[in-house]
């Protein structure tokens, strides 16, 4: 059912397509807007009305100039067929693989695989020229290896590229890459796109509207292309393999302004999946005399056991709920000396310092502290001067006591109503050993995390030179001591590996016999055992492969058929894999039928004379043209002469000159004047013998008798062979081929769809040719309309009807359709496949002459494309000439008969075959018509590519460019779906 509404609204197009140039001629004022939007040209209609319609019609009928009205005609529905160059629809092959149209790849990209509708991108240029570099974001050695990736880990590519087959060569790959490079060009040079960032959900999959970088500056927005492609491929390809993998690919980016330094370092991240397992404390040499030190704040201690240090890990690069940061806890230790003297009471009525007696049974030096008091009196804090040692040792790590003397009077008496201040010591702890609490996941194996211990908030009083308040004079060089450390010293990857900080984990090196591998296969990536490594440049921190050879100077192209090539992943080529597209719109099967009717209405009008000569050799009917030309050829001009006066004579009963006497008819019929054998053999008149003969007797206007009748053949002849064979190859390749199929399956879908629209075109065609054979039947030229007047009354006479006219008498003209079938079908069907077969050997041979060079011919495109269909097309004449000959004969003979009944053509044949030369006979005329046809199709074949050209209907626009990422984003689609 589908495909039959295909047809019926297709198929109508073509058809009211000539019947509308043959009978229609717009007669109201016509205001022509002629402007070109995106090469669109409009053409506005006013004030057109049905009555108007009508007498226009009526009008026409009484036209004398008839030629003139066919070209009015024929100009006037050229000038209404749109010009737009949509090249195709988009189609998905059995791959998965989508084809968008040329036009759209060549203006930002198609709607399907960017998820969404790219607005205000109508005005880009054209970018798809061969040879020409779309973008200068992204380098060849990443393209080419973005290329190899997507063909090892996209399903859907893979397929597309095992259905090559032996085709999968370095020139397919070439293709496929520079299909890569369009794409990227279209999605992911700028901030646009649905895949703007990490945070779009799915990369782009929920996005309602592209996302837009607000920034400004052209590098950030290439980044921001950069991070888009990213985006995708991460959410696209989640196998620890191809996580691997993609970190290699955006190594391969060299610029660190564009490199995304960090989305690398989260895929080893997420590739490894490191934990911590195992971590190293640096501890300070312990000081000949820790009594009396006042640096242990600065070598892990300087902690209470209220205030214990934080001990900060760095996150884990990976990205995701799944991976959460390492946490380690500190084991403390005290170092027996007094930290700090906190106040719980100020107390009351202190006019003088008092002593702070710190007591505590065993230990090694006593703490010295001296208090602070306000201008109230109060004990506002306490300064510890000598922290002391050997505290809490014996007394189960237990601060000791904290004494102070109360307020007391001059006379040294306590002060009645005074309140004496209270305070606590707090020991110093100090960090003995950290523990790992959990080791955390998503480390990248060979990049130890850092880890940083907080430091006390502050330097306890002490850390200063004994008994003095200057904290500016230090006990040691601080920053000549050691500090504690702890570094990361052992990890295990998800995969069960161990790696230790003093072990080499950098990875496989990339050895001559792995390049060797790479430029053997295309398909074959780096081992994933090879790790980017991080270096520090003068830009700053970057990743690369550091066994990978650079490429230092430009790269020789090997072959013309590619643009960029790196010696190590392969080309990137001129252009990109294309296909035919399929499934047309209806304006582009109006315009492929329009480029028949063109090139078919130029060639057999300007071969008119051919096709007359032809005629009249087979007819033998135009004794004055045969006798001249039969006495021309025999050099013997004044007997010629004597001979055509004779025979004039026989009919008026004198002898009077050619010019005295007129044409034929004016002296009586053929039974009248006597045959052709009378005077010599038909077979004895050549093409040019007739054509001189015309040109000497009547003038050179008479060799385009019937070229009224002749354009309204072509016409139709031209409109409704291409166009209909157009349609019916698309549509049954679409809905019954298949790559399994091979050669001969095309050719299946070749002759089948020529066979159709052979039917369809005599059907169409059958009125108009029968008035062409009939025209080019008489021996004097007359108009279309007189031809089909003088049909009709001889129908009339075989009939015995005096009746008015009606519709039904025009059904004779129908009479022809078999005849026409006959000669049509062989015809057609011999010319599509010749030309099929030779035009494909011709460019092979070519092709695979210019060997891994240039860039491959087209049939019907470029000037060596052109050619080919003009020599293919010829050959294809001449054999669809003589296998469809004999039916033409009889066609012709049946045809231009004058009883008013078409003779039977068993009768036809039966005259032919018995008469001398038997079969011979049925090739009466075939010089004439295989030179006719050697031009005809030849120049047929070579207008039609090369108006398609014009129309936009050419092969190279209706070209579908293979549209790489939509598969990515499909793919990613699916995953969703299923996750969700």
Known sequence: MKLSQKFTKKLWLICIFPIATA????????????????????????????????????????????RRFFLQSFLCVAALMPLVASAGKPEIDGSG???????EMARGGSDLTRGIRLEGNGNRPIILKPGQAVQTVYETRFMAYLSRFLLYFDPAIRTWWEKQGVKANASVFAEFAESVEVGLSDYFVGPYGSYGSVAAAKAGIAASKQVKSDRSKIVRRQKQGVLNLYALLKFRYTSIAAKRQLAILFTLISSRELQPTDEIRSLLGEADNASITKIELSKPLPLKNEAVSRTSSRRGGGYSINSLPKIIVDFPPALGAAYQGAILRPIMKSTSRVLRINVVDSGQGYTKIPLIKIAQSDIGTG????????????????????????????????????????????DGSIKEGARPAKLEAELEYEIAEIDIVNGGNGYVATEFPNILIEPPPEDPDWYVKRNTYNPFEMAEDVFSLQVLTVNVKEM????GQTVDS??????????????????????KLLPSSIRPSLVDTLKGLQYTVISLPSITTPVAVPSARYRAFDPIFGPIGKVPVTKGALELSTSEYTRLSLSGAVCTVIVRTILNPLELVKTKIQLGNDIEINNYALSMKNKNHHAGNHLHEKIRSNSSGDTETIEE????????????????????????????????????LRGIGSLFQSADITFLASLVFGSFGFGATELFRRSFTEQFYSESSGQTGEEII????????????????????????????????????????????????????????????????????????????????????VFDLLAKAIVGLINSNIGEGAIPIKVGSGTVGLAVSAASGAVAGVAGAIVSHPADLILTLTSSSKDGENADWKDVVSELVNREGSISNLFIGLQARSVFFFLVIGLQFFL????KNIFQVGSDDLSLVLDVFYAVRQGLMMDVTTIS
């Open 750 to 833: 070749l002759l089948t769809a020529a066979a159709l629209a052979t039917l369809v075109t005599a059907a169409a065609a059958a009125p108009f040719e029968v008035l062409r054979v009939k025209s080019m039947g008489l021996v004097s030229a007359k108009g279309w309309k007189e031809v089909l007047d003088l049909f009709l009354e001889e129908k009339k006479k075989s009939a015995n009807s005096t009746s008015p006219f009606k519709p039904k008498d025009l059904l004779p003209l129908w009479g022809g359709f078999a005849p026409t079938v006959s000669r049509e079908l062989p015809f057609a069907v011999t010319k599509f496949l």
């Open 944 to 947: 039609y590519d090369y108006v």
């Open 661 to 696: 006497v007129g044409t034929i008819e004016e002296v009586g019929t053929i039974e009248e004047v006597g045959t052709i054998e009378e005077v010599g053999t038909i077979e004895e008149v050549g093409t040019i013998d007739i054509i001189k003969s015309l040109i000497t």
């Open 502 to 523: 003093d072990s080499d984990f950098g990875g496989e090196l990339v050895s001559d016999e792995i390049i060797t591998q790479l430029k053997r296969d295309p398909v």
């Open 367 to 410: 703490c010295e502290a001296c208090a602070i008091l306000n201008l109230r009196g109060c004990v506002e804090s306490v300064i510890v001067l000598d922290p002391g040692y050997g505290y809490g040792k014996g007394s189960q790590g237990l601060p000791p006591k904290v004494f102070i003397d109360p307020p007391r009077n001059k």
């Open 23 to 66: 009978f229609f001629q717009p007669r109201t004022s016509l205001n022509e807007k002629h402007y070109r939007n995106n090469n669109i040209l409009q053409v506005t209609f006013l004030n057109v009305k049905s009555d108007d319609f009508n007498d226009t019609i009526e009008s026409d009928l009484n036209i004398d100039n008839s």
């Open 97 to 103: 693989q989508l084809f968008s149209p040329k036009s």
């Open 492 to 495: 295990k990857t998800g995969d």
